[in-house]
Structures are given as C-alpha cells and as structure tokens.
C-alpha cells in the first residue's frame, strides 16, 4: 500500500480522486510542526505541500520512503530542492491551477486603487461621506506596464485590454512576434515605467529579479503612477517604495505579497496610498479545486504509470540512464545557469548546443533538457522543468538548436552551448573530470578548467601586469577568501578572463570596487 501524506487542505475534488485508488491510502495532517513532521514522515511513501509547510534537509532526512512532494501551487521556495534532488525524491508543482485568479487579483487591485474603493468603504463605516475626498483615477485609456508576459502576466494583458487600456510589457524572454499575437507593445523596462500610468509585476523571484523593482527604478515611473505587486515578496524593496511614496513621487501602490509574511506594522501600511490584501492571488475556491485536482491526478499518474508531471527538479529516465547522463546532466545544468546568469536579462534568439565524443553514445536529450531548463530558470518561475524545458522556450521565441560532430576534441566528450540575444552572443563548454566531476574549459575565446561550484566572481580584464594580483589584494583586505582561482587568456584580444570561487557571496559595493580597479573591464558574481 502506497502512503501519501497531506500536509494542511487538499480540494474535496481532489481527495476524491485519491480516495477513489485502491492501492493508495491517503491521511491527512494539519499544523504540523517541524518535529512531528520528521516524526511521522519516514512512514510515507508521497506527500502534498502548500506554502505554510516547509520540506526541508533535515526533514527529507528522516524520509525513509518517500519518492515524490507535490507542491499544491506554483512556487516550491518551501522545497529545499537541492536536498531533495541528492535523496533521489521527484519534486513536483502545480503551476496551471491558480494563474486566472492571481490574475483577476491583480486587475481587482488595480481598480480597487484607482478608485480609493478600500479607504471609501473605511470612510463610509465611520459615518462620514467624503466624495471629494476619494476622487478616484478613470483607467479607460490609461497605459498599463506588465512587467513579466508569463501565464499569468498575459492574462492581465488581456483582461486589461478588455478594459480599453493601452498595454505595454518587458520581458526578455518572449519575442515580438508573440507579443503581437497578444496586442501587446514590448518596450524596455525603463521604457515601461517611464510611459505606463499603472506598472503591475509578474515575474517570479529570482537573484535577478530581487529588489527589481527599487528606488532608482521606482523614481523613474510617472509621477502619480500606481503600483501593482502580486507576484512574490522581494521583487520590490519595501523600504525603497515607502520612500518614494511618502515623497509623493506615486500615486499609490496595492501590495498582495510582502518579504515577511504576515508583515506585522509595516511601515507602508502607515500610509494613506497603500492598499493590501493577505497574499490572497490564489485564494478563491475555483483555483483551489484546480490546484486539487491537478495535484492528485499527478500523484495517481505517477504511481500507476510511472509518468512524471510538472517535475522541478529530473528528467524522466530509467535506473539505468540516470546512472549513465548524471554526470552530463549536471553539467549541462551549470552550463545553463553558468550563461543564464552571465546573460542577465537579455532579448534572447537562439541556443545552440553541440555534443561531440563518446557522449553521443547515449540520448542527449535529458542533457539538453537539463541546459536549458537551467538557463531559462535563472529569469523565470521555478515550474520550468525538464518536461516543459522546450515548450517555455519555443512559448518565448527562443530557437533551440541541437547538433552532434564526431570531430576530435582533448577531452572524452564535450558539452557547448551559444546563447544569441541581439547583437550578442555568449560561447561556454563543458566536460566530465574523473567519471562525475564538471568542468567548464571554454568561455568564448578563453580556455580554462573552471570547477563551477558555489559562489564565483566572473571577470574580464586587459591582460596587464598586476591586474590579478590587485584583484586578489582588494579581496584579501575585505576578508574575503578564494578558494580557487581559474584564468584563461585571449591573446589576440590581449584580454584575461578569471573565474574566481569564494567562500561566500561578495557584497555589491565589493563588486564595484573591483570593477573599477585599473584594466578590469567587468566583474560579475554568480552562484553555481
């Protein structure tokens, strides 16, 4: 018998779905704690998680059994998914679910604002009828920013559309052509905010997309303009928008997500243009029937069938390949994130990947997969997966390109991969050291072997006396230490290319200062 634990609500629909499986018994627990949850989970074979249950290492540590988490929604920032990958436990989510009401949330927001309707209503139940005092902003017309045209930023384009709005977005990932299929403007982000009257956010949370939205972007929006933010605590700086709202500069800002959840006596809250709800974008009972459903067919599909839906974090394979393509798949992974984050958040075209050597022996496929689920998941939500690795990227105009040579190389088997954007283009090639060890030995014209693990500062420099040893004294005075230190050289360039591991992350203002050190030409720190 197959143990599945429910950890907090499930959807009626989707409970009986499961109860409907002989071979599956299901239980339910809510408000566990953290102890119990250790306690009682080496007795389960599967289990469903919302946001409030976190699947950590040491939890994961006592599963004896355990072979799949289904996340019930979309983000699995409550997975520790690194540790799950090393126990062998498939995580899943359920990205489809909730999009239409996180996005009906995002419009009711913006309408709410525009018409003072939350500080009305307070108004009115005190007795008072102030109808000058909430004199609201007509949107008909109006130019709406949506910055991210993912599942659910689209939606809102087209709900806001419906509304008569003009619509103009930013987001790298998807090409004009499709942006045309859905009437909408791609403009910059600085472009966006600078023409839009409304500015809502959909993104999901990255390292690139933390504190996205600050002050010297939120200085740059129309003055009176409103912010929308409904997608995940920390694309906003909280206390960069306090600011610039106190200052007047916005018009006012609707807030559904925070940093710290619940946010107790935040300071926003302090001020008369600010509107919230309780992270309410997926809280309606349709998205939660969805969420349930989807939830137990895939849990049902993966123990009758062996299939894998949604998963987060491995491809489907047999026993016998993952054995084989571990290796291979893992670096192609940090290829993918390696360029993803050397990028940034560029118009993309095309990537082009090359197998050569003794690799070409097995199904390449799952190492694709792997780069490019991997690249796209430095920018976008963390339900890009090996199952939808490709259709994300054809859904954003990217072109991928996968060919194989029988040339001779130095090494067994070699991994490339080009990413073009416009007007640019980024070369990295990979190799297995020892059976299972990557390495990068290729970035554009620079070979090196480059362990990519950990915290990296990535710098190019004019190769010149004492630029490296400038480099390693700055980091030695803010007490940083380097654990290895990887240099490849363009002699026709006359340039150095040096990827440095440190011990841990280099603060930003650390960053800046070796960028304008003598001869650097950039510094950029990664996290592999």
């Known amino acids: ?84 990958t090393q126990k062998g436990v498939i995580v899943m989510n359920t990205p489809s ?32 009828w102030a109808k000058k005092k909430f004199t609201g902003v007509e949107f008909f017309g109006k130019t709406l920013g949506v910055v991210g045209l993912g599942n659910v930023g689209r939606i809102v384009a087209d709900r806001a559309l419906g509304l008569k709005m003009k619509v103009i977005a930013y987001d790298p990932f998807i090409s004009q052509e499709i942006a045309n299929k859905l009437s909408v403007q791609l403009v910059s982000l ?54 610039v709202l106190k200052e007047g500069n916005l018009g006012g800002a609707a807030l559904d997500v925070f940093v710290k959840e619940p946010p107790g006596n935040h300071p926003l ?35 009758n069938n062996g299939a894998i839906k949604n998963a987060v974090n491995m491809p489907s394979l047999t026993p016998e390949q993952v054995s084989l393509l571990k290796p291979y798949v893992e670096c192609a992974e940090k290829l993918g994130a390696f360029e993803g984050q050397v990028m940034g958040l560029e118009r993309l075209k095309s990537i082009e ?12 496929k799952p190492v694709t997969l792997a780069l490019v689920k991997s690249f796209l998941e430095q920018h976008l939500d963390k339900s890009v997966n090996f199952v939808n690795a490709l259709f994300v990227a054809k859904e954003r105009g990217i072109e991928i390109k996968v060919t194989t040579s029988q040339k001779s190389s130095d090494f067994t088997s070699l991994i490339s991969a080009r990413v073009k954007a416009n007007g640019h283009e980024m070369f990295v090639a990979g190799t297995i050291f020892n059976n299972s060890e ?87 720190q990664l996290s592999l």
Request: with cysteine; glycine share 6%; charged share 25%.
């Open 269 to 303: 809250f302090m001020l008369d243009t600010v509107i919230g709800t309780p992270h309410l974008g997926a809280a309606t009972d349709e998205a939660q029937i969805k969420v349930g459903i989807e939830t137990a067919e895939q849990l049902i599909s993966y123990f």
């Open 97 to 128: 679910g909730n999009v239409v009401t996180t996005a009906e949330h995002a419009i009711s927001m913006l309408l709410a604002l525009c018409r003072h309707i939350p500080q009305a209503t307070a108004s009115l139940k005190k007795g008072e």
């Open 190 to 243: 600085e472009d966006l905010l600078k023409q839009s009257d409304f500015v809502t956010i959909h993104v999901p949370l990255t390292e690139q997309t933390k504190n996205l939205i600050n002050k010297k972007t939120l200085q740059k929006m129309k003055k009176g303009a409103l912010l929308i933010h409904c997608a995940r605590g920390g694309i906003v700086n909280e206390e960069d928008l306090y600011e």
């Open 353 to 364: 990947i090359e197998y050569t050597g003794a690799l070409l022996e097995q199904d390449v």
């Open 1 to 84: 018998m197959i143990r599945i634990l429910v950890c907090g609500k499930l959807s009626e629909a989707g409970m009986s779905l499961l109860s409907k499986e002989k071979n599956l018994k299901v239980d339910i627990e809510s408000d566990l704690t953290a102890e119990k949850l250790k306690e009682i989970i080496p007795l389960y074979d599967a289990m469903t998680v919302r946001s409030e249950t976190k699947v950590t290492k040491d939890v994961l540590d006592c599963a004896k059994k355990l072979k799949v988490v289904v996340r019930a929604g979309i983000g699995v920032d409550n997975i520790d998914v690194k540790a799950a």
């Open 438 to 524: 990557p390495r990068i030995v290729q970035v554009d014209n620079f070979r090196l072997e480059a362990i990519p693990e950990g915290h990296i500062l990535f710098s190019r420099n004019q190769d010149k006396p004492g630029v490296i040893g400038a480099i390693g004294t700055l980091l030695g005075k803010k007490k940083i230490n380097i654990s290895r230190f990887h240099l490849g050289l363009d002699k026709q360039k006359k340039e150095a290319l040096s990827l440095i591991n440190v011990d841990s992350p280099v603060d930003e203002h650390i960053i800046e200062e070796l960028s304008k050190l003598p001869h650097v030409i950039m510094v950029k």
